[in-house]
């Protein structure tokens, strides 16, 4: 039996539903995709992006955004890590290179702080 072999190739409609289920669940992509600019110059606290983070997830349904809880700073870290978002320290602060929030950006979509 070739699959034994080959093993199991998925199709084309399960690879893209596969990548598809991925990106709608990549709720740490998505937020910093849109709310987020990026340039050389561009910095923000590491402390800070996490908070708006967090209060952007809990803001959306009141619960969680997607009825999900916000990640942990390790995952959010490492996420970001994986987008290619670099971070420094200065003698107080940590931070994020490349990556701001946008301006303008409502985190507070209910109209509630």
Request: glycine share 10%.
């Amino acid at each position: 039996m070739p699959w034994i072999e080959e093993g199991l190739v998925p199709s084309s409609e399960i690879t893209g539903a596969t990548n598809r289920y991925r990106a709608d669940q990549d709720h740490i992509g998505q937020f910093i995709s849109e709310h987020c600019s990026f340039g050389e110059k561009l910095t923000i606290s590491k402390s800070e992006l996490y908070k708006i983070y967090d209060r952007y997830m809990t803001d959306m349904t009141g619960f969680g955004a997607f009825g999900v809880k916000s990640a942990s700073k390790v995952v959010f870290g490492k996420r970001l890590h994986e987008l290619g978002i670099s971070e420094s320290r200065d003698t107080n602060t940590r931070f994020w290179v490349g990556v701001s929030i946008k301006q303008g950006v409502n985190f507070h979509p209910f109209g509630y702080q």
